[in-house]
């Protein structure tokens, strides 16, 4: 089966053609850098880039994947991000795969993002279930039990900021650019952490949500404290001159992360108390973490758990996930109506799906 998967939830443009084996051809176009001249996404300017780039992308997609002369005879399903996302980014993925659905007669489906970045994991691995989704972007921060491909349950998220998020936020208050997760993680990497440096944020209770504020918080006054720390002005790009950050930073830097990552790992912990599970998943940007990684290969190791977590390039907002996630909504006989949905961050994705049969 060849599920064409179309992303545009927030700044990355993404389209991917896959089946059972894999990836057969993929594109993405971030917009970090522009949106990075304003220190976070602006949802306006994301939602043009998209439409601008959308048609472009996708005919080079099709030049890639060399599918022969009428490649609308391979394709079996277009699956897209239905949200949760910006509503302006994801209505013109959406619409884009409604055009090409109805113009082409394929059955339309729409995608969970954060469940398509947990089936990342699927794309290159064979997954247990029931399995334990951990779901770190910047946008969200959710504990799943994961039944199957197709049905998973939330355990826990954060109550105010993600994990990412965080990172971000923290990363732009000690002076670095938007998006300034992978930036902290290259500078902890020049540092040994302090583990009494930040705090492990709500974890002294018995759930499984998450609370990223008081860090957030934390991290602000040890930077008031430290001005010293600050990394510095300059106009050429801040990931060219990592040398110039000071020792003060990095050990922040690589502090803030083990916070982030032994939160997380108490809280997955906590879940396995809940149930058996028979992997466990770390998805989402903040997966790519290093320290986050091996944060997770240690708990799984003490759980003597099969771990999965998508290389790098997987992690962030992607198309193949969502062609992923697509394929198993096919494979269990779902597909949406033409008349599919965009659902913003904060509202549920409902179960709208109908029956459809199989190829
Ligand atoms: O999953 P994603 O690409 O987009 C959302 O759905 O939110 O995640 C983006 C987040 C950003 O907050 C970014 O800073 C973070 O993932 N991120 C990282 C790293 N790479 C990306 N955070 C920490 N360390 C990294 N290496
Ligand atoms: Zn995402």
Known sequence: MLVLGIESSCDETALALCDEGGV?????????????????????????????????????????????????????RIAVTRGPGLLGCLLVGVAFAKALALAHGIPLIGVNHLQAHLLAADLENTLAYPALGVLISGGHTHLYRMDSPVDMTVLGRTIDDAAGEACDKFAKMAGLPYPGGALLDALGKRSQADPYLFPRPYTHNDN??????????????????????????????????????????????????????????????????????????????????????????????????????????????????????GMHMALAGRCHRLDLSAIPRGQAIPEDWIPCAAD
């Open 24 to 76: 057969l051809a993929s594109v993405i176009s971030s917009q970090a850098d522009i949106h990075a001249l304003f220190g976070g996404v602006v949802p306006e300017l994301a939602s043009r880039e998209h439409a601008r780039l959308i048609g472009p992308l996708f005919d080079s997609l099709l030049k890639k994947a060399q599918l022969g002369d009428d490649p609308w005879q391979r394709i079996n």
């Open 208 to 325: 499984l949500d998450f609370s990223f504020s008081g860090l957030k918080t934390a991290g602000l006054i040890w930077l008031s404290n430290h001005p010293e720390a600050l990394f510095p002005p300059g106009d050429v790009p801040a990931r060219q001159r990592l040398d110039q950050a000071s020792p003060e930073l990095c050990l922040a830097a690589a502090s803030f992360q083990l916070a982030i990552a032994e939160t997380l790992s108490i809280k997955a912990r906590r879940a396995m108390e809940t149930f058996t599970p028979r992997c466990m998943v770390v998805a989402g940007g903040v997966a790519a973490n290093s320290v986050v990684r091996a944060e997770f290969v240690r708990l799984a190791k003490e759980k003597a758990l099969p771990l999965f977590i998508p290389r790098p390039a997987l992690c962030g907002d992607n198309a193949a996930m969502v062609a992923r996630a």
